[in-house]
């Protein structure tokens, strides 16, 4: 009986502040760097350009097919085409993995604390020399999944928080917190993107 009012009562808590503390895991770091690489990337427009201009090209050469000779040359250039589609996307995950190849040293042994408050957000790791700290100004946009927050402070600088390893506060805090102050744009909206669905938005 007294655990379940002791539930009760740090359910009606009212927090100011959002804490999270997370253990290394690789598939979380992989996850960060991939949504960068798909959705925050310019490569991804500049692939696909790419292939749109070789899809032209293909079929611009199959309609001006006049001579049988012609067929290597259409062969030839549907099979670059294709290809380079399936080329791609295994080429992106392996600049991915390389990345993620590169921090695992320096971070698996570590906890990562992230802190956000009406001020700040804080990150430390006993594997890092120093505090990461951002302030709200700096906060260039956030994008929150399913499973994730992250948090940009430019087109590839950023940090994350898991969901699940939220100690203190929960995510409608941070969404408070980031609405309240976050720079906001010419329409007086803030930079937060949801990508997964729901029912109701955030703000």
Request: aromatic fraction near 12%; charge should be positive; charged fraction near 25%.
């Amino acid at each position: 009986m007294k655990d379940k009012q002791d539930k009760t009562l740090e359910a009606n808590i009212i927090y100011d502040h959002v804490i999270s503390r997370s253990e290394y895991r690789r598939k979380d770091h992989k996850r960060f760097y991939t949504f960068h690489t798909f959705f925050r990337s310019s490569t991804p427009l500049l692939v696909l350009a790419l292939l749109g201009f070789m899809v032209f090209y293909a079929i611009r050469t199959t309609l001006r097919m006049q001579e049988t000779d012609s067929f290597n040359t259409i062969i030839m250039v549907w099979t670059l085409t294709a290809a380079t589609a399936m080329m791609v996307p295994f080429l992106m995950i392996g600049s991915v993995n390389s990345v993620i190849k590169k921090e695992t040293p320096e971070l698996r042994d570590g906890v990562d604390t992230i802190e956000a408050n009406k001020v700040k957000i804080v990150r430390s790791n006993p594997a890092l020399k120093a505090k990461v700290v951002i302030s709200w100004y700096q906060v260039e946009s956030i994008c929150e999944t399913k499973n994730y927050i992250f948090i940009y402070t430019g087109p590839k600088q950023g940090i994350f928080i898991v969901k699940k390893d939220i100690t203190e506060g929960n995510v409608v805090t941070f969404r408070e917190l980031a609405k309240k102050n976050m720079r906001k744009n010419k329409k007086g909206k803030v930079d937060y993107h949801y990508y997964f669905v729901s029912k109701k938005k955030p703000f």
